[in-house]
């Protein structure tokens, strides 16, 4: 596959250079700044209501940025639209209802390519992913809604997975899952990243599963950057309690 | 003249009924697409009531000259105000089943309609769609009041206008009372009334009625007036017209309403005095397109609710220190008896949602005066274990005791009343509203929050709602922003934002508070301020209970705490008792 | 009361009960998808009607050419309320409350502007031939079946309507596009997520809305006549039929029709006809106060 | 009235000038489609009308009234006002009314009568309160003469007219309740109640087996006759009895279900007391519903029987009738005129209102002949009781102008009345017939 190709003059697939955002009057996020490689596997850390999700939606263009500025692939979407960033190769997984439960397994993966056009690239795409998570593929027809959290949760990487993105944003994918299906996703996205040089975005508050495959961490802590360190440094860092 | 008169009996009827909807729309928030039909509710029954006791049927079926039962006019007033407002119940009981929004302005819609169907079929009341005629005017001694004869025309414009000066006072005297403060925060933040031990219900179900009883009240003296009517006078039109009143002239500020009725009313005449019978039809297109030009250009109306606010400035008594407002706060004696058993046990509370377990059986106490947090995982059920002490859910199993007592499975309002009140994690103060009086609506037993005091209690009214600001501002000073008391809460920084809701609380008079992430969302040079706001409660003596994800602040906050995990306590003691714990960080960051 | 009346009454509800099946689509469509209180879906209503009795008498359009005249002026009129009408507002996150105010204003204002226009008079649907000469106005065939009667216009009416009915379930439910109007309705963050133009889906939904709503102008209008306050009678039976049926069901809505113009229908064996609003309202009244999501309507989670 | 075209444009051009721009291209086309298609369906009579037909018309009216000049009222200004639905449901009888009486106006300045001044208000279609605020601007702004119309709004003015002293005419929804009030009268005979014994009686002759009536009416008009009048008679002629009874409101199009209602009962004849548009469709209902029995009904209106159709065919009607095709010379030279200004034939509720306007113009005749002053209402009203016959567009025949009396007491008119049938879409008399007392035997309403 071509995700690799990527032509970043600086290296960097993602920029984020002192943004702030909020909503109205709450400003979540103040002048963070942060940055991802391509293929590389970025985890943001921090406690809940600190500012990751918003950091996300910035990135992704769902939610207006205050100050600062977003480079994706060497172009500025600090004014783009998510309908666009979509379209440029990101792709976003929400923490909270990641998919859509009134449609079939296969519908979810049908509307996660939705802005690919080609239908045989689509057919071609879903194969793969049914064949990385083959309860997706036996349960093709089922409603989504039926799934336990576990399945939910592959699904909504499998949907990700659809549009074949160049950075993979995800939102707590361990959330409300057993620990060891937290440790298989998490496995598998190490897998994929390494697989198709995919660069991954992961906001967690699950430490330990996130330092496991991280390349790079960051933490967030009320809003603010508190933290760089890279994966390794940060499996060996043995208190985290004053950083959240 | 007889003209003129009509004119201004015609704008201050307008006036009348719209200022009534605006209590309604504007202060609690309700669409009622149904003032029309209950304008009419008070006419026809006035009529009936009012009307002589006739046999003659033809007449009665034929051309509306009908029978009734012969009361004095001022009876039938009190008639049709009462039948009307017992209508407007009847309307608002979906209301009641949480059903809002677009619910209600279909409910109103059909209540509208259907309501004007019935009036056309049952003629037995209504005569009809030829209606009613013959309805007596008001006499007052010997002077007659009705639309009639020129010179009564000018003296019943009078009358109205009379009444209409009333009508203004009566809604602005609710609306600015501390009922009406009840109504702001229904429309505001619904879901908060209960938090402090106050029902919604009952003023929600009362402004429904109020608003109708004076729409019904002024139908009646339209009947009176008119000396005959039919059912398309109280058509769908109407009630669009009032609402476009409202809207079009602010909701939530009486006089905008003024003006409002004011320009709409007086269109009508404009038109067909100027253009002629022929632009009539302009008059809807106008308005109609005022109302889609507002809406884009300035949705708050041509006079927006607290646009008189600023005047009102400078009343505030003198600036408190926040060690004088302590002082003065620590008066204020505790609700229950100081030292036998702790503020707050819970005991094997669980919890499951379809299948899912929430809470798993916690077991856990708070000590009084002390300031105690839930720490614990994401999906630890922290903020479930909140909602089944304050009544939000009930328990499938445990109890939960307040200094011994058992208040399982009592309603929010109860238990709050009890003496537990609690803050949300997306603050929930009412934007629109000032500071003093978001804090304000959560002092308890308030006189002027039951409407029969605002009526025959005035004094006392006033005397409690003195005492009822001064106390909110000593708990606004406490935390060091009594100056902003006169401010919108829209107006201020999210971490004030959050102040005032700790304000809120403690305003309750409660003993136990529990505070759902009092520093999320705080920037952090606001952050110190809300943990001293904090810390100020503990040293009144309240006693704390608060959920916070950031580690960081409850070491700093904290005198103990409870870790938890899927619903279960796995552990309790002082902050750095527990994040020495190993197992308990590996829960925490994954392992 | 007896049999035959009953039976009569049936296939005359069952009309009536299509129609408002079809008013019912057209709202709900609008309404599942934008949660707007679309009161205005009164104007393609009548801008259907209107177009369609204009182009004939000018163009002496054929039938067919009026209808399509007509419906095409319910689509644009329809689609200039959503863009500048609602969108303004939709981008400014304006309330629900707001834009059924807007909603408000236009449907006051559009009815009194086609009287300015086209005067005062009802208007019939003059019929011409394919060759521009004057039929007649239309007149529909009558057919007996026993004791029964019914018109040919009624057949077509229901069968329209019902396959309008069964076109919209397909189309939300089997197409692609249709899964974009289901994700955007249960999740709109994971919508956006996937990269569902919200704005294009409200153009398509309203587009459809607007054309169904045109289509029972069309029906009132070769039935009856067209006049400016033709719409808000049928505009709030959609209305009734949605929140009747179940909101968030397509199925449920049409079914919700139906039965209502079964009741309606029905009601007039024991009440004078002119009870059927009475009756309508009713039953909404009550299924608001027992069961707030509807007949068919899944209760909120 | 150059104020007034000023006005409205700066209330089109000013208020909403973008839409009303756009809509107003649309609508000038379309009225020329209108006035064409009308002319084209027409008869052939319509295209030679439009150039000389005010000039003839000048002529005409003199030839039947007399001569112009100061003794007819030339150079005396009357003020006048008009109570009509302009807006809402009614519209259309707001419009035909007010064409009728403001070409009777022009027709009387041209041929050097009167100066009939107009102005129109609006009751919204039967608004009372909208009807008095408008009455009372119209008396304040010194109108002498008002021609009010609907029953509601007309009872609702009664103590404002006679407070204001204004003379007024109702030629729209007459009602019992009008009857016998001061200053107000009524040029159309009481709606239903008046012409009900004749067609009934009508009924039992032509169909002596019918025994089972079923009555059709609004809950607006005629409600009296609806619930008493007609079953009382029919019972007193028949025997039979009334088998079914439904009212319907005002504006209704789809009469299905009361239709069959209806034919479940399974009547001999049906009467109705309905009206306007209504009627053609609820003919269309009973006939598409399998009724093929008589149908009596208590109006004609070429829009009705546009709606209806072939199902009007055979159908009756007993009423005050007004025809186009009356050869009564002073309505052919009405209805000239009329299709020259308006590209129609002018209808009943028009030429009541038309003929109001010269009722007025020969009271003020009289008032100037006896050298009263023409403008003040009482006088005109006393004039009226002095001689209440007038010239009148129904009744008379090819040579002779017809005519029509008020009741001096009761304030009502007679005029002539007959049964028709609906024969290619025209009504045809089939019987006269006239105004009975109540009480007196229904077979000697047939003439």
Known sequence: ?244 | ?591 | MNFELLAQLTITGIVLGSFYALMGMSFGIVYQTSKIFHLANAIPFAAAGFAAVWSAETFHLPMFGAFIVGLVAAVIVGLLILVLGYFPLINRNATLLSLFLVSLGVTVAFPNLLQIVFGTQNKTLQVYGADGTLNRAFETQVYNVGFLTITQLDIVKIIVCWLVVLCVVLFVNKTRFGRSITALRTNPTMAAAVGINSKVVYIVVFAIGSLIAGMGGLFVTTEFVAYPTMALQWTLIGFIAVFFGGIGSLPGTALGGLLLGLLSSWSSVWLGVQFAPVVVFGALFIILLVRPQGLFGKAAA | ?447
């Open chain 4, 1 to 447: 009235m150059n104020r007034m075209r000023m006005g409205r444009t700066a209330v089109a051009v000013g208020v909403v000038a973008g839409l009303s721009g756009l809509l107003a291209a649309c609508g000038s086309s379309s009225g020329s489609g209108t006035s064409s298609s009308a002319a084209a369906a027409s008869t052939s009579a319509a295209a030679s009308g439009s150039t000389s037909a005010s000039a003839a018309a000048g002529t005409c009216i003199n030839e039947i009234f007399g001569a112009g000049g100061p003794e007819a009222g030339q150079g005396v200004t009357i003020p006048a006002g008009m109570l009509l639905a302009v807006t809402g449901q009614g519209s259309f009888f707001g419009k035909v009314m007010s064409q009728g009486a403001l070409l009777a106006a022009d027709q009387i300045k041209e041929a050097g009568g009167m100066d009939y001044q107009i102005t129109v208000a609006d009751h919204k279609s039967g608004d009372v309160p909208t009807a008095i605020t408008e009455t009372k601007k119209l008396i304040q702004n010194g109108i002498e003469v008002l021609q009010t119309s609907y029953g509601a709004p007309s009872e609702a003015i009664i103590p404002i007219i006679q407070a204001g002293g204004v003379l007024t005419f109702n030629g729209g929804g007459s009602s019992p309740a009008q009857l016998s009030q001061d200053y107000l009268w009524m040029n159309r005979m009481v709606y239903a109640e008046d012409p009900a014994p004749g067609a009934l009686a009508w009924l039992h002759k032509t169909y002596p087996d019918a025994k089972k009536l079923a009555l059709i009416g609004t809950m607006e008009n005629g409600v009296g006759t609806f619930k008493e009048t007609a079953p009382n008679i029919w019972k007193k002629l028949t025997g039979g009895e009334v088998v079914a009874a439904e009212q319907h409101d005002v504006g209704t199009t789809d009469f299905k279900a009361l239709a069959q209602k209806i034919l479940a009962a399974n009547p001999d004849v049906v009467q109705t007391f309905s009206f306007g548009d209504d009627l053609g469709y609820q003919v269309k209902a009973l006939r598409e519903a399998g009724y093929k029995g008589p149908i009596m009904m208590d109006e004609f209106t070429s829009q009705a029987a546009k709606i209806a159709g072939s199902a009007y065919e055979g159908v009756n009607f007993g009423v005050d009738f007004y025809t186009p095709a009356n050869p009564n010379p002073w309505n052919q030279c009405y209805v000239k005129a009329y299709k020259a200004k308006y590209g129609e034939d002018p209808e009943y509720y028009g030429s009541n209102y038309y003929e109001q306007v010269f009722i007025v113009w020969d009271l003020v005749k009289r008032v100037i002949k006896a050298g009263g002053d023409p403008t003040d209402a009482a006088q005109l009203q006393a004039a009226l009781i002095a001689d209440p016959t007038f010239n009148s567009v129904y009744g008379g025949d090819a040579t002779t102008v017809g005519k029509v009396t008020l009741d001096t007491v009761d304030h009502s008119i007679s005029k002539p009345m007959g049964v028709f049938v609906v024969k290619n879409g025209q009504p045809e008399l089939i019987q006269e017939i006239v105004k009975i007392k109540a009480g007196e035997d229904p077979n000697s309403a047939l003439k």
């Open chain 1, 1 to 244: 596959m071509d995700g690799t190709s990527v032509n970043s003059s600086d290296g960097n697939l993602l920029e984020v250079n002192d943004v702030t955002a909020g909503y109205s009057k709450r400003r979540v996020i103040t002048g963070v700044s942060m940055n991802v490689k391509p293929g590389e596997i970025v985890g943001v850390l921090g406690h809940n209501g600190a500012g990751k999700t918003t950091l996300l939606k910035c990135i992704f263009r769902m939610l207006s940025i205050e100050s600062g500025d977003i480079v994706f692939d060497g172009a500025s979407i600090t004014k783009s639209s998510s309908v666009k960033t979509v379209a440029s190769g990101m792709s976003f997984t929400p923490s909270e209802r990641p998919i859509f439960r009134d449609l079939t397994v296969e519908q979810n993966l049908e509307l996660g390519a939705h802005s690919v056009r080609d239908r045989q690239a689509i057919k071609d795409r879903m194969g793969e992913v049914m064949e990385l998570f083959p309860i997706l593929g036996e349960r093709r027809t089922q409603l989504a809604g039926r799934f336990s959290g576990g399945q939910q949760r592959q699904l909504s990487v499998g949907m990700a997975l659809m549009v074949q993105p160049k950075l993979m944003m995800l939102d707590e994918p361990s959330l409300g899952i057993s620990p060891t299906v937290v440790t298989k996703t998490f496995a598998t996205i190490r897998e994929l990243a390494a697989e198709k040089g995919m660069s991954v975005l992961i906001v967690e508050q699950n430490v330990k599963a996130m330092t496991t495959i991280a390349d790079r961490v960051y933490v967030l802590r009320h809003g603010e950057m508190v933290l760089e360190e890279s994966g390794d440094a940060a499996r060996e860092r043995s208190e985290w309690w004053h950083l959240f």
């Open chain 2, 1 to 591: 003249m007889a003209y003129y008169g009509q004119i201004a009996i015609n704008i201050l009827i307008l006036l009348s009924l719209s200022v009534s909807l605006n209590l309604l729309l504007g202060y609690a928030g309700r669409v009622s697409m149904a003032q029309s039909i209950l304008f009419g509710v008070g006419a026809f029954t006035a009529a009936r009531l009012v009307l002589p006791q006739l046999t003659d049927k033809y007449n009665a079926n034929v051309s509306g000259v009908g029978y009734g039962m012969g009361w004095p006019w001022w009876a039938a007033l009190l008639g049709a105000i009462v039948v009307t407002f017992i209508a407007a119940l009847v309307i608002s009981l979906p209301a009641v089943r949480q059903v809002k929004g677009e619910y209600l302005i279909l409910l109103t819609l059909a209540f509208q309609l259907g309501g004007q169907q019935v009036m056309t079929v049952w003629e037995a009341v209504t005569g009809g769609p030829f209606g009613v005629a013959g309805i007596p005017a008001i006499k007052i001694g010997s002077m007659s009041f009705s639309t009639v004869k020129a010179d009564s025309t000018v003296r019943f414009a009078i009358l109205m206008l009379i009444v209409t000066v009333i009508v203004i006072a009566v809604c602005w005297g609710i609306g600015e009372s501390p009922f009406g403060r009840l109504l702001k925060t229904l429309r505001e933040q619904e879901s908060v009334l209960p938090s402090v031990g106050k029902s919604p219900i009952r003023p929600e179900l009362l402004t429904f009625g109020i608003t109708a009883g004076i729409a019904g009240g002024i139908g009646a003296l339209f009947a009176f007036s008119q000396g005959a009517m039919t059912p398309v006078n109280f058509g769908l039109d109407l009630s669009i017209l009032i609402v476009s009143v409202v809207v079009l002239g602010g909701v939530g500020n009486i006089f905008g309403t003024i003006v409002g009725a004011i320009i709409l009313g007086g269109l009508d005449p404009i038109l067909s005095n100027t253009v002629g019978a022929d632009a009539i039809p302009w008059r809807a297109v106008i308005y109609g397109g005022a109302l889609v030009v507002m809406m884009m250009v300035r949705p708050q109306g041509l006079i927006p609710e607290g646009a008189f606010r600023r005047f009102k400035k400078g009343k505030t008594t003198e600036e408190m220190t926040p060690a004088e407002a302590m002082e003065s706060l620590s008066r204020v004696s505790a609700t229950h008896e100081v030292g036998s058993a702790p503020a707050l046990e819970v005991e094997g509370l669980k919890k499951s949602f379809g299948g899912l377990v929430a809470v798993g059986g916690a077991s856990f106490t708070i000590a009084e005066g002390k300031i105690t947090a839930l720490i614990g995982p994401n999906g630890a059920g922290k903020t479930t274990i909140f909602n089944m002490i304050t009544g939000t859910f009930k328990p499938d199993e445990g109890t939960v005791k307040l200094f011994g007592q058992d208040i399982t499975g009592l309603s929010v309002v109860d238990i709050a009343n009890k003496g537990i009140a609690r803050s949300f994690q997306d603050v929930r103060i009412c934007e629109q509203m000032t500071v003093l009086d978001n804090v304000a609506v959560a002092v308890p037993k308030q006189a002027g929050e039951g409407l029969t005091n605002l009526v025959f209690r005035p004094l006392k009214t006033r005397k409690v709602e003195r005492a009822t600001r001064e106390r909110a501002l000593e708990c606004l000073a406490l935390f060091g922003i009594s100056d902003k008391a006169n401010d919108l809460v829209g107006e201020l920084s999210y971490g004030d934002q959050k102040l005032v809701a700790i304000a809120r609380l403690l305003a309750t008079d409660a003993d136990v508070l529990l505070l759902d992430e009092p520093t999320s969302g705080v920037d952090p040079a606001n952050v110190e301020g809300v943990m001293q706001g904090v810390r100020r409660l503990r040293d009144l003596g309240r006693t704390v209970c608060l959920v916070e994800h950031s580690v960081h602040f409850v070491q700093q906050l904290a005198d103990r705490a409870v870790f938890l995990d899927q619903g279960i306590v796995l552990a309790e003691g002082t902050v750095d008792e527990l994040i020495n714990q190993q197992e308990l960080a590996d829960l925490y960051f994954g392992s």
